[in-house]
């Protein structure tokens, strides 16, 4: 079942690049008592997420800051060491954009938000979206409808509707 506006998101185990190397993250520690936005890419490094996706949450980064948004997060099912290196090639770690790797899609499988292209070489990923998420609660969702888009779930998009 797809994840909606009004549902708690489940807590799962994500990935996340420290000093020391990859460390767990959970995700209810990072949204209880907190406004955090969530968007995810079907891949790193793949066009439209690196492009178009990723750039429109640096390019809003002030405004969601302005709006009370404590944190901004990009998930994708990648390993933590190509999320790191994707961070600083956008620039997305630079603006204060966590990017955590979902690499056994344990969170996008939960939410149902997962699907597979084996033509294209995406297994187990997710579909793009973005959520604000207020103590855990999913205050706005906007799952994109068409492929190799962000109309519905770009930073601007989302600005917009909140």
């Given at each position: 079942m797809t994840i909606s506006q009004g549902d708690t998101l489940p807590n799962a185990t994500l990935v996340q690049m420290g000093a020391e190397g990859p460390q767990p993250v959970q995700l209810a520690d990072k949204f209880k008592g907190r406004k955090v936005v969530v968007f995810a890419v079907p891949g790193?490094?793949?066009?439209?997420?690196?492009s178009a996706h990723v750039p429109s949450f640096v390019r809003t980064k002030d405004q969601f800051d302005a709006k009370g948004v404590?944190?901004?997060?990009?998930?994708?099912?990648n390993d933590p060491f190509v999320m790191k290196a994707w961070g600083e090639a956008t620039?997305?770690?630079?603006?204060?954009?966590?990017?955590?790797?979902?690499?056994?899609s344990e969170f996008t499988k939960a939410i149902g938000m997962d699907f597979d292209?084996?033509?294209a070489g995406l297994v187990a990923r997710s579909k793009r979206y973005a959520m604000l998420v207020d103590d855990g609660k999913v205050t706005l969702f906007q799952p994109e409808i068409g492929t190799g888009v962000c109309d519905l779930s770009g930073g601007e998009a989302l600005l917009a509707n909140m």
């Open positions: 790193a490094f793949t066009p439209t997420c690196h404590d944190e901004i997060i990009c998930i994708s099912c620039g997305a770690t630079a603006a204060g954009i966590t990017m955590l790797a979902d690499a056994s292209a084996a033509p």
